[in-house]
């Protein structure tokens, strides 16, 4: 079974300063995408970064970046210089590049930022 | 402005009753979805379609009927066959199947 694993239920970060959510994975798949997705308290999903497992560099998108480990399945993802916009729920989810294109979710990880 | 817009924001309905959630997008896009997302579980798929007049079920699909007669609409409905539709539904879309999906602001559903 595929499956992603957040074990981070609830976190907080104090603004300004670097926080790291967690997330594994499980499939026997070799080629999917990563992705982190935050949904804000207006509940619409919006896309984070986005890695492709066959790319050993990690992606960054400005304050964001991962630390992909394809070997440990293993996708974190980094939050530096914490704003309090930051404050929602994130989660982790991968897509398999074949067959039924399946995207699997994790449970999420409440994040809240504190001035 | 490009995106997926869905449509009641916030619906109630009574039990035994059938409700439509409408969705629709501008951005061109081949293939749309429908999720349910339930307090502490992650986005469980409901339907999704790759192309017009085509659409597959997902892992939960039982209760819900969908339609994809336009490219930009795909309207989800909800029966009375769904024994606890009380839920928060995202709607979202993709240029194609295996790229990148992109959501709706969603849409609340209270059965009363």
């Known amino acids: 079974a595929q499956t992603v694993t957040q074990s981070q239920p609830e976190m907080s970060v104090q603004e300004a300063e670097t926080v790291t959510l967690s997330c594994t994975y499980d499939t026997s798949e070799n080629n999917y995408y990563l992705f982190w997705y935050k949904q804000p308290p207006s509940r619409q999903m919006i896309l984070v970064i986005r890695q492709e497992a066959y790319k050993q560099q990690n992606a960054t998108e400005n304050r964001f970046s991962v630390n992909f480990q394809k070997a440990a399945k293993s996708f974190s993802l980094k939050i530096s210089d914490s704003q309090l916009g930051d404050t929602a729920m994130y989660f982790c989810a991968f897509m398999i590049t074949s067959g039924t294109y399946k995207y699997i979710f994790g449970t999420g990880t409440r994040l809240k930022v504190l001035a | 402005d490009g995106g997926i817009t869905q449509s009641p924001k916030y619906l109630f309905r009574k039990e035994g009753q059938n409700v439509t959630l409408s969705c629709e997008q501008n951005?061109?896009?081949?293939?749309m979805y429908w999720y349910r997302q339930d307090p502490g579980q992650g986005l469980r798929l409901i339907y999704y379609?790759?192309?017009?007049?085509?659409?597959q079920k997902g892992d939960i699909a039982e209760g819900y009927s969908v339609s994809r007669e336009k490219k930009e609409s795909f309207p989800l409905t909800v029966t009375s066959a769904q024994k606890n539709p009380t839920a928060f539904y995202l709607c979202a879309s993709s240029r194609g199947h295996g790229n990148t999906i992109y959501f709706g602001e969603g849409s609340w559903l209270t059965v009363v």
């Open positions: 379609s790759q192309i017009v007049n085509d659409f």
């Open positions: 951005l061109n896009h081949d293939a």
